[in-house]
Nanobody, 119 residues
Framework: QVQLVESGGGLVQAGGSLRLSCTAS????????MGWYRQAPGKQHELVAA???????NYADSVKGRFTISRDNAKNTVSLQMNSLKPEDTAVYSC?????????????WGRGTQVTVSS
């Protein structure tokens, strides 16, 4: 059983910062890609940022230059530093991990954490 537990969401004013963290626990061999997705009311689920085990990163155009994703492989943790937040960043942010176990890859999701940016 693998679990992803997120923390760090909340309410912040526009221009402010938040840091999200997600830790994977359970029985597995390794974690390939970890990332953050978000979904705002009435909008599609979208990738915010992802990072491979080798630290190659990928960002949505809308967050480039404002958000930074990082991971600690020893702690099975991925973090998302969000700066210069905008009201349009308001969404439920979910952690994702592609985990290798028993010779196969599995896609896991956290329960999500609310980020609200007030104008």
């Amino acid at each position: 059983q693998v679990q992803l537990v997120e923390s760090g969401g909340g309410l912040v004013q526009a221009g402010g910062s938040l840091r999200l963290s997600c830790t994977a626990s359970g029985s597995f061999f390794s974690i390939k890609t970890m990332g953050w997705y978000r979904q705002a009311p009435g909008k599609q689920h979208e990738l915010v940022a992802a990072i491979t085990k080798g630290d190659t990163t990928n960002y949505a155009d809308s967050v480039k230059g404002r958000f930074t994703i990082s991971r600690d492989n020893a702690k099975n943790t991925v973090s998302l530093q969000m700066n210069s937040l905008k009201p349009e960043d308001t969404a439920v942010y979910s952690c994702n991990a592609v985990i290798v176990a028993i010779g196969k890859e599995y896609n896991y999701w956290g329960r999500g954490t609310q980020v609200t940016v007030s104008s």
